[in-house]
Every structure is written in C-alpha cells, then in structure tokens.
C-alpha cells in the first residue's frame, strides 16, 4: 500500500494537470525548457528510482534459485 | 524531396551492409548454438538469457521505428505535450511490476512457450486461450506492418532512384534479412541481434543528440524561437490535453507491458533475478533514449518549420540532410545513427515475427488444426508461418506507404489493453473465471473497435481501448462475482 501511495503522488506530480491554473507557466524556462516540463520529467525520474528501489528486493522465491 | 537525406557513398553503404551481413551471421551461430529440437528451445532459447542480453533484448524490443520516427514527428506537431512520451515509456516497467513476478514463477513451473500458455493453465478456457491469442496476432501484426513501413521510409532517402522504388527496395530486401536469420536461429538469433542492434541503439541516440546540438545549438534557443513562432508547442496541457495525457499513460504503460514479445521474454530469462535486475535498469532508459527524440522534434519545429503531416514521420532523415552537408564527421555520425534506425525497426520487427510465428503454431495449428503434431513438425510450420507472415506485411506497408506511425501505433494498443484483466487481474483474484474474461474481452474489443471505425479513436481525449477495457472489467468482475465458484478455479492465480 505504501508503494501504490507513492505512486499515486508522483503521478499527481508528474501529470501537468495544475499548470493550466498558473498564468504565464509556459513562458518561464528553467534549462531552456519550459518549466511545467521540468517538473515533469523530474517526477518521472522519481518514478524511475522508486520503481528501482521496489526492485532492489527478491521475488518471492528467489532465494531458493540456483546463482 | 525534402525527407531525402543526402545518398549514401559506395564505403557507407560498404559499412551498412557489413552491419547486415553480422546479422546474417549471427543467425547462422544461433542455429549452431541450438540445444534441441523443441519448441522451447526454438522459441525461448531454452530459457537461458543472461542478464545484459535480456536487458538489450528488451529495450531493443520495446523501442522500435515508432520511438525514432514516430515520436520526433509526433513531438514536431505537438510540442512539449510530447513529454508523456518519457512517462508512457516508464509506466510499462511499473505495470510489469504488479504481473512479471508471478508470472514469471509460473512460467518455470509449467514450462510456458506462449502467452496464450499461461491463460490455458490458470483459466482453462481452450476458447479464451484461441481468442486471446488472434488479439494478439492481429495487434502485433498491426505493429509489424508500421515496423515495414518505417523500414521502407528509412531506406528512402538513401539512394538517388526514385523514392517509391527505394521504399519497396527496402521494405524487401531487410525483410528478407530479418526472415533469414531469425529461421536459422530462432530466439537466440533474435536476442544475439537484439543485443547488437540495442548496443547500436545506445549509440544512435547519443550520435543524434550530438549532432542535433552540434548542428542548431543548445535547446533554449530554439524555444526562444518557438516562443515567437510557434507559442502553443510550449505550452502545458489543457483540461482535455490532460485526459489525453492520462489515457496516453494508461494505454501504453498497460499495453506495452502486454506485448506477447515482451511476455515471452518473461518467460526467457535465466532466472527472477536476472528478469529483476533487467528491469531494474530498464526503467531508466526512457529518461535517456525517448528524451533525445522529444530533442529532436522540438528542434526540427525550431529550424525546420512547415512540414506536411507526412514529412513530420521522415524529420529524422531531413535532420541528417541537415547534418550530412556540414562536415565528413556529420556525413559519418549519420551513417551510425542510420544503422542505429535500422536496429530499431529490425529489432522490433524480429521479435514479433518470431512472436507471431510461435503463437500461430502453438496456439493454433497445434491445439485446433493437428493435435498429433510432433515437435518437429511444429517448428515446421512455425518456419513456414513466420515466412507467409512477412510476405504479407511487406504487401501490406507497400500498399499503405504513406500513413502516419502514431495511428498504427493507437489502433494496436487499443486491442493489447483488453487482454489486462486476463495478464494482471488473473494473477490475483482466484475467483475471475475463464468465461467471464471472454465475454469481457469481446465487450471490450468490440467497444474499441467500434468507436475507432466510427472516427472515435479517441473521445474526448480518451482513447477508444480505454472505453473498451472499462467494459471489458466490468463485465469480467460482475460476471465472476455472479458466477458460482468453480473448482478447478481455486488457488489458479499465484505460485504453489
């Protein structure tokens, strides 16, 4: 349930769903993009490492398999 | 025409065509690497792939003609909208998570070849097992037909003759290649490819965005640029770009995940950790390959306006014009990054051939059409499948040169989804039953190819397999919930 929690707010974090309530969002750059884009790609990344570290432990079983 | 890169010289094409023939080799060495005469073998590599060959298999599976050329022109029409790109592409190693690890634990305990293999084994529903397995063939074979026409479009621009007969030339000719090494070899010859071409890959990615910056500067110059010319490709979502956005997530992150290649290499690796670990690393890989061709279209749409819907699937190879004509390095970063292009599609295009070839065989010829078939005789007409196969998807992208890759791209998706609750709901819910989840794959089938055909492909920003699969989930739980219990349905979902 942890896991899915997290999930859950880096998706609302990475789904740019509030920008359209933030006036003049497209115009501010950070890196030379757009920075509704960076906090995108950003929350992705943290999709990325959580899904990492969730697989970081063994599969059921696992133990018992031949190296 | 414009999307013609400048033709390749006689050492060039010298170096794409030593690529090619490696190929061919490659084949021949897993047909002499071969353990037995089975199925398993023949279409798994008798379940053995290591770590880094898995890994590349899989990315080299995953990222095809579609994430070249279908993205960056995608990307050009939309703008940074395209950014969804990055998380669809990640969302398919999360959706992995919640079925790979039992599946993969079953498919040791029961010897699994195909997809439809472990729907027999939980559901035992012969008709479910049938009907699954044509969904995928037809989804799949949509994507093989897009991986030919995406092979002909890159060959196009490579010679001086007329584009039409390059197209045809090239659809033909690497076909033939990807038939020819992959009915030597098999899995092994598909994964052994696969690891060169994702190696290959890699280094397309990081040739094309050196170049790409090389040839036009850094990227805050060209959305300065799109900031006067073209202010809506910067622009963050509205309340329907965001359904897209989420539908976008959702049908492929879960579709994705379903593909019966990337199934198979579930079944395929050595052993859980090495799958795990795989997986581990893959996850990272959109964040590096599909943002170089979000790069890409962004700068295309900079400095390179005004293409025609049509042109914007070919603006990689108008950018390598772009590049070729600057320097004897650009003319050879593009040679690299064209064999890189070639990797992707004849990657793809291998493992659903091969994928196609198995399912064809084991779902149906063996269990409807010749129940006495030795081992031998299967991978018979396995060979013989897969060759009928690519002859029709090269008639196939011959006649339908011209359509656009994100299209294909949707239609098949649409179809992958339905088959979720089977893959991921099976898998934890012991009282979803067999007949339950046909009729709820064909409600959802029949939903998203209705509204498709009807223009809907997607309905208010929502795509039409995503209608389907809430019909298809419905039906599925409400008629297994009514149903009573079956016996053989007990302890069916996870391992013993």
């Known amino acids: ?67 | 025409m414009i999307g013609q890169m400048a033709p390749l010289n006689t050492m060039e094409i010298g170096f794409v065509g030593f690529y090619l023939g490696v190929l061919l080799l490659i084949g021949l060495a897993g047909w002499r690497s071969r353990k037995a005469n089975t199925l398993q073998d023949f279409y798994l590599g008798g379940n053995s792939t290591g770590l880094w060959v898995l890994l590349l298999t899989l990315y080299a599976t995953q990222y095809s003609g579609n994430t070249l050329f279908g993205f960056t022109g995608k990307t050009y029409r939309v703008g940074f909208s395209w950014s969804v790109s990055i998380q669809f592409m990640t969302a398919i190693v999360v959706v992995y998570l919640t079925f790979a690890p039992r599946l993969f634990a079953l498919s040791r305990q029961h010897c699994f070849i195909t997809p439809a293999d472990y729907l027999q084994h939980r559901f035992k529903t012969p008709a479910l097992s049938l009907t699954a397995s044509l969904v995928m063939i037809l989804a799949i074979g949509n994507f093989l037909l897009a991986q030919m026409m995406a092979m002909g479009k890159a060959v196009e621009g490579l010679f001086e003759a007329d584009p039409w007969w390059a197209y045809f030339s090239g659809v033909v000719f690497l076909a033939a290649i990807i038939v020819i090494y992959e009915t030597l070899g098999g899995f092994r010859a598909v994964a052994w490819t696969d690891a060169i071409q994702g190696s290959i890959l890699m280094l397309g990615f990081g040739a094309l965005i050196m170049l790409i910056f090389q040839r036009f500067g850094a990227i805050d110059k060209a959305t300065a640029l799109l900031a006067k010319s073209a202010p809506s490709t910067l622009q963050a979502p509205d309340a329907a770009g965001v359904r897209e956005w989420i539908s976008y997530l959702l049908i492929v992150g879960i579709g994705g995940a379903l593909y019966p290649q990337a199934v198979q290499r579930i079944y395929c690796a050595r052993n859980a950790r090495t799958l795990r670990l795989s997986l581990m690393i893959m996850v990272f890989l959109p964040l590096i390959t599909t943002s170089v061709s979000l790069v890409a279209g962004i700068m295309g749409r900079a400095y390179l306006p005004g293409l025609s819907l049509e042109q914007t699937d070919s603006l990689l190879t108008i950018m390598c014009r772009e590049v070729q004509q600057q320097s004897l390095l650009g003319r050879w970063v593009v040679v690299v990054l064209f064999a890189a292009i070639l990797a992707a599609i004849m990657s793809t295009a291998d493992s659903i051939l091969l994928s196609i070839s198995s399912m064809l065989t084991k779902d149906v010829y063996a269990p409807w059409i010749r129940q006495d078939a030795s081992e031998a005789d299967l991978m018979k007409v396995g060979k013989i499948c897969a060759w009928l196969f690519i002859t029709a998807g090269a008639a196939g992208a011959i006649l339908l040169r011209g359509t656009t890759l994100v299209t294909l791209l949707d239609r098949k998706l649409d179809l992958l989804i339905q088959l979720s609750p089977a893959f991921i709901l099976g898998l934890w819910w012991n009282r979803l039953q067999g007949n339950a989840v046909l009729a709820g794959l064909l409600v959802g089938i029949t939903i998203s190819l209705t509204l498709a055909f009807m223009g809907y492909g997607k309905l208010y920003g929502i795509h039409a397999g995503i209608y389907g699969l809430t019909g298809n989930l419905g039906v599925a739980v409400v008629w297994s919930f009514l149903a009573t219990p079956r016996e053989r349905d007990v302890n069916q979902t996870g391992v013993d």
């Open chain 1, 1 to 67: 349930m942890k896991n899915l929690f997290i999930y859950l707010v880096l998706l609302v974090i990475s789904v740019p769903w509030y920008w359209m309530f933030i006036p003049d969002a497209s115009s501010t750059m950070i890196l030379g993009v757009p920075s509704w884009v960076v906090v995108s790609v950003t929350g992705s990344a943290c999709v990325s490492v959580h899904t990492a570290l969730i697989l970081r432990r063994p599969w059921p079983g696992e133990e018992g398999e031949a190296r």
